[in-house]
């Protein structure tokens, strides 16, 4: 069957911040502008996950009135609290020496999700074209190597691969400029880095994990707008990591544990890290006697603008964390996301205003290179690799850029340090590391992979094709179990990845793909890049609330 085609404008691939504000900043220069945006969630929102605390600035440029329009930024932060833990106390970083990294004075403590839902009816109601439900499986090329759009996946296809009674082709929507806007470890964007050699030239881009939950505590304990920030234990002094908790309104904590993916020991696992991290009492004394609610897990751009790529290519842009806008340091990529996109629909009001189509935007980078978010990110730029140096290093230089040389009015470091290797070259072999013995959840405090899933209402089609593919089917077996004791079983945050054991055969590799939270960590991480993560069926994964 051949497929349908719609034709557009623009068709933008993902309904986060930084796709949803570049469709709200095309229609609000032109709203002549034809615009369609895709979401591969059942709704919009539906597969967002943050911290988060967000800084308005970005959305204030984009909608100045959004506190009148009903935008749910609800919560101020009213304090700021970054401890050191150790294993039986905390020391608290006097307000005095708090980096300028960690000030969250006039940001809001919110749910991304319900942000993004917010941003997706201010688009609709410009007149952008909205379809949750599909995902952009195939990105389309011309004859002359442009993109001239994506194809949404197949529905109905079996688990052979064969068309069920459901059957139905997916759809061509092609469009002038395509605009990218996945996330991090976008699908389709990683597949545009290596065609357009859009990273040549470039740091490798690294990533962490971050694993979230939702929680609903007593009255008494509820601490309106309250931001925690924690390093140190449980995690060893050479892997980044560090904990956040907040408080929302409503007796509402979110709180969640970040782990660099560059770790070494192929026996940690960064769920079991977050458990045993809630287990502090620094952390414990928010939460005991609440009731967790979600949970969730996401992979983040460590956010260095010198792994950004280049951002455009004929025919499109990447935007957001797609291309990988992030502020590690001040842990923040809403306001960058949606910054990020702003300044790509400048340049596509402006290119089709001229007649073109299917060139390069280079008025974004341009832009970009003029931003304050240019500016801001150069600022933070040293963070995340003087933290890979060791949490003693990371800690020191954070306080001489972030704090002392700010205090003698120097904006940004002098100096400029580079990463040099992606995450997944950073395992050792497993007898060279000593293995991490985790306790069991008591089921109060801290819980198990799959009752964790449950939570995060993730749901797939069983009978289905798997999204996680494999390069070679003997790898997981050969080289992962064998060197690395299989640390997919430990690093997904889902329980996807699973050894069977079976008496009188041969160890294999299980994939419980209808566990998938998409959170694209296995893709990140795997030893030998042997996984591939696809898109499911659109409308399918995890379906976070209020997350």
């Not at 935007?319 to 990529?333: E, F, P, S, T």
Request: with cysteine; aromatic share 8%.
């Amino acid at each position: 069957m051949e497929r349908e085609s719609m034709e557009f404008d623009v068709v933008i691939v993902g309904g986060g911040p930084a796709g949803l504000a570049t469709a709200i900043r095309l229609k609000q220069i032109n709203a002549d502008i034809n615009v369609c945006l895709i979401e591969k969630g059942a709704e919009i929102g539906a597969h967002i996950l943050s911290g988060a605390v967000m800084d308005p600035r970005s959305i204030t440029e984009l909608i100045p009135d959004w506190k009148e329009q009903g935008a749910p930024l609800n919560q101020p932060v009213s304090g700021d609290d970054l401890l050191i833990l150790n294993a039986t106390g905390a020391k608290r970083i006097p307000d005095f020496l708090v980096p300028r990294n960690f000030h969250n004075h006039g940001n809001y403590v919110i749910s991304l999700g319900q942000v993004a839902r917010w941003l997706g009816q201010q688009a609709e109601a410009l007149g952008v074209e909205i379809y949750p439900g599909f995902a952009g499986a195939e990105i389309l090329f011309d004859d002359n190597g442009a993109v001239r759009g994506v194809a949404t996946g197949d529905m109905g296809v079996g688990r052979d691969g064969q068309p069920t009674d459901a059957y139905a082709r997916g759809m061509e929507l092609l469009a002038k400029y395509t605009i990218f806007a996945e996330g991090a470890r976008g699908h389709l964007g990683k597949q545009l880095l290596a065609k357009y050699k859009l990273t040549d030239g470039k740091d490798p881009q690294t990533y962490a994990i971050g694993i979230k939950e939702l929680w609903e505590i007593e009255p008494a304990k509820a601490k309106p707008g309250l931001v925690v920030h924690t390093s140190g234990w449980p995690i060893e002094d050479d892997t980044f990591a560090g904990g956040f908790l907040y408080h929302l309104e409503d007796n509402k904590v979110t709180l969640g544990y970040v782990v660099g993916l560059d770790y070494k020991n192929p026996w940690l696992s960064p769920f079991e890290e977050m458990q045993r991290w809630k287990t502090h009492p620094s952390i414990k004394a928010h939460i005991e006697g609440g009731k967790r609610l979600s949970y969730g897990a996401r992979a983040i751009n460590n956010g260095t603008p010198q792994a950004l790529p280049k951002t455009v290519f004929p025919g499109g842009a990447l935007v957001g964390c797609d291309a990988g806008y992030m502020n590690a340091a001040r842990i923040k990529g809403s306001h960058a996301a949606i910054k990020s996109g702003m300044l790509c629909a400048e340049a596509l009001a402006e290119a089709l205003a001229a007649g073109r189509s299917s060139d390069e935007l280079t008025a974004y980078p341009e832009a970009f290179e003029k931003s304050w978010l240019k500016d801001e990110l150069d600022q933070q730029r040293n963070f995340k690799l003087w933290f890979k140096k060791g949490s003693l290093i990371g800690e020191l230089m954070t306080g001489i850029e972030q704090w002392f040389l700010p205090k003698i009015g120097i904006k940004s470091p002098p100096w400029t340090l580079h990463g040099s290797k992606p995450d997944h070259l950073s395992l050792l072999p497993a007898a060279q590391c000593p293995k991490i013995e985790y306790p069991k959840p008591d089921g109060v405090i801290t819980f198990d992979r799959l009752s964790s899933v449950f939570m995060s209402n993730t749901n797939h089609e069983e009978n289905e094709p798997c999204h996680l593919t494999l390069k070679d089917a003997s790898v997981p077996i050969s080289v992962n179990l064998a060197q690395y004791e299989a640390p997919e079983q430990r690093y997904c945050p889902a329980g996807v990845y699973e050894i069977v054991r079976l008496e009188g055969t041969e160890p294999r590799l299980q994939i419980n793909a209808q566990n998938c939270v998409h959170c694209k960590t296995c893709d990140i991480k795997d030893p030998t890049q042997n996984i591939n993560w696809v898109v499911p069926q659109g409308g399918e994964g995890p379906l976070y609330g209020s997350m």
